[in-house]
């Protein structure tokens, strides 16, 4: 925490910190995978049409992934201006290593690897004017007519730096934007967000605007009638049901049986409409990295094509044990995705309004969770405007709904993907990136909690 300038005269330069934990290392592992974190964060939050607290953080720490024989410790150090605490860290590691099972295999990435970096970074972002974009987006929401508006922004950017035992040694530098709002008027409440890998990136004004127009619009909501409806799922909602489907896609999460997608490689999970691919890297995507956290290339992974589950995301584990080759998605522990882009469709979204005899609207929700993640069951609730849609008019506002499903029902039964899409990310539902379209799902459940 401090001010901007401290910050700026704090900025890590060089990675000598990888140097130092290599030397605490010695010769006393077979393999090791040291990745540098360092982040300058900026964020402004506002409330009741004011700025209400804004931080400045500097943070830098170092993940360190050690094997000897089929023994593995992974820990990560924060403390790093001592070199007797790396070093007294470094032999408690190494320690529990000594102590821990052995593992069914011991695989980090070999050779010396190369990166293409793809360039999309606002240098010094994490500087930029957070009261401008604050402010924009609030005057728009009130320009609607909404009577408060409430939210964040945030502005990052991050240094990687990679240092293997097989000779990668490599650093990249990424940026971020975010800002998320919410308007409110009267009892109804809209909410958008907006990101960017750049400051000019940003759309406050857009963001408040969409906001404010549904909050406008929600005015005296009822409770909807439990039962089958079609669902059209505004980005927001997509998005957070489609990161579970690419998380689900984790070899490990698969392995430990917690995904609905095992034993369903090379089959259909999905409506053929349905195609989802992980980008490494791409122009836009807040979550690109050249190398993941083993040190191996970040790549270009199909994950469903034409509703059929093409791969899994895998480290060098996963994929040794799987009898394949990573995908460059570690996780040391779990595979993750780094951005996930869904294909968008050829209907603009006032077609698939208007070819919905009775249905409902979903623009925001929150509070996913799981009954049974082997199965897929889960229940999110709506959260802000939400409509009934009758005879292709949205007719209704409605509150206090809950949808409750299963992932591969729910993928299976889209019926209609929009041309529209938007990058979404968001602190409460949406941690992993998603460019998301609406989804238009036939015949979902919808409860109305008491």
């Known amino acids: 925490m401090g001010d901007e300038s401290n910050l700026a005269s704090n900025r890590i330069t060089t990675d000598v910190y990888l140097d130092k934990v290599v030397r605490a290392l010695g010769d006393r592992v077979d393999q090791y995978s040291l990745l540098q974190v360092e982040s300058r964060e900026s964020m402004l939050r ?9 931080n400045y953080g500097h943070t830098a720490a170092v993940q360190v992934y050690i094997t000897k024989g089929k023994k593995k410790a992974l820990g990560v150090i924060s403390e790093l201006s001592n070199d007797v605490i790396i070093s007294t860290y470094i032999e408690q590691l190494i320690e529990a290593m000594r102590l821990s099972k052995r593992a069914d295999v011991s695989t980090l990435p070999g050779g010396r690897h190369r990166f293409h970096v793809l360039k999309d970074l606002d240098a010094g972002i994490s ?3 957070m009261f401008s974009m604050a402010k924009q987006g609030m005057d728009a929401c009130l320009e609607v007519g909404s009577e408060r508006a409430a939210g964040s922004v945030m502005m990052e950017d991050t240094r990687f730096s990679i240092l293997t035992s097989s000779g990668t040694r490599a650093t990249e530098e990424r940026s971020s934007a975010m800002l998320s709002i919410r308007a409110i008027k009267n009892r109804g409440s809209g909410a958008a967000v907006s990101i960017s ?11 408040g605007k969409t906001a404010a127009i549904n909050a406008k619009k929600s005015q005296d909501p009822v409770k909807v009638e439990p039962g089958i409806y079609d669902v059209l799922l505004a980005p927001s909602v997509s998005a957070s049901l489609i990161q579970l489907f690419g998380s689900a896609a984790s070899a490990f999460s698969v392995e430990a049986g917690l995904s609905f997608l095992a034993g369903k490689l090379g089959k259909h999970t999905a409506s053929e409409l349905f195609n989802l691919v992980d980008y490494g890297q791409i122009k836009g995507g807040i979550g690109s990295r050249a190398f993941d956290d083993e040190g191996s290339p970040t790549e270009i992974t199909s994950i469903v094509k034409d509703g059929i589950l093409t791969h899994y995301l895998h480290n060098s584990t996963t994929a040794e044990k799987a009898n394949t080759v ?3 998605n570690a996780g040391i522990i779990d595979p993750s995705p780094w951005n996930l882009v869904a294909e968008g469709g050829s209907e603009p979204v006032d077609h698939i309004i208007g070819s919905i005899k009775k249905g409902i609207l979903l623009t925001n929700n929150w509070y996913t969770r799981f009954q049974n993640y082997r199965t897929g069951e889960f229940s999110t609730l709506a959260r802000d405007a939400a409509f009934i849609i009758f005879n292709g008019e949205i007719a209704q506002s409605i509150h206090g709904s809950r949808l409750s499903d299963d992932l591969p029902r729910l993928f299976e039964s889209i019926k209609s993907i929009s041309k529209e899409r938007a990058w979404i990310k ?3 539902e949406v941690t992993i990136p998603v460019l998301a379209p609406y989804l238009l799902i036939k015949g ?5 909690p008491t």
């Open 197 to 207: 890998t750049h400051l000019n990136g940003l759309d406050p004004v857009t963001a």
């Open 127 to 129: 500087n930029g004017d």
């Open 426 to 428: 968001w602190w409460g």
């Open 46 to 54: 506002f409330a009741n049409n004011e700025a209400t607290t804004v």
């Open 444 to 448: 979902s459940r919808i409860t109305t």
């Open 326 to 328: 990573s995908t460059g």
